[in-house]
């Protein structure tokens, strides 16, 4: 029995390493049977664990919130840890890719949605709280505001290869942190 449940939690896990990987390439709207090939398991494999795209959109944006979850954990020992959080996204492009058009597939006022949207404000809360007490941070910033910097790091997805992105990303971020006022 403890077999058969490693591999069910081995074949998820090859499905969503998968889907990011043809989501990244090819767009969120990549034909399923893609995943289903990149994660070399049968049609059935797939459809036991999501019922259809959106279910496996949402298993993918719980998977994103426990990686952002363990950063969270692992920065809050720093003052600076929010600015550090976003500075990690640099090298974590790939799922930062797949997951700025994850909520396109899924409307803003899905209960779902909503629910991860809470989640990841009780994880990004007290991170920021605590850079606003250490005068890291402005005191207006909110956890909104977070999705508005994921969406300035989308720009660094124009660039042609991880490499390029990579370097786009991190000016993306020195321009977001440091602004663009030259200083005497």
Known sequence: MNKRLDQAQYNREQLLNAA????????????????????????ATFYRN???????VLAMMQH??????????????????????????VHNLPYL????????????????????FAQR????QPLIEQAIAHGVCRPDLTTED???????????????????QIQLA??????LIHGIRAYP
């Open 170 to 175: 991190k000016r993306a971020l020195e321009l």
């Open 97 to 116: 890719t797949a997951l700025m058009e994850y909520w396109r597939v899924i409307p803003r006022d899905d209960p779902d949605l909503q629910r991860l």
């Open 64 to 89: 994103a919130l426990q990686r952002l979850d363990s950063k969270a954990q692992y920065y809050s020992q720093f003052p600076d840890g929010f600015i550090r959080l976003i500075e990690s996204h």
């Open 50 to 56: 999501f019922a259809d795209r959106r279910a496996l």
């Open 121 to 124: 404000d009780q994880i990004l």
């Open 146 to 164: 977070y999705g508005m910097i994921s969406a300035i790091l989308r720009a660094s997805f124009q660039g042609l290869n991880e490499p390029e």
């Open 20 to 43: 990011l990987h043809v989501f990244r390439q090819h767009g969120i709207h990549a034909p399923l049977q893609r995943i289903i090939d990149q994660a070399q398991v049968g049609r």
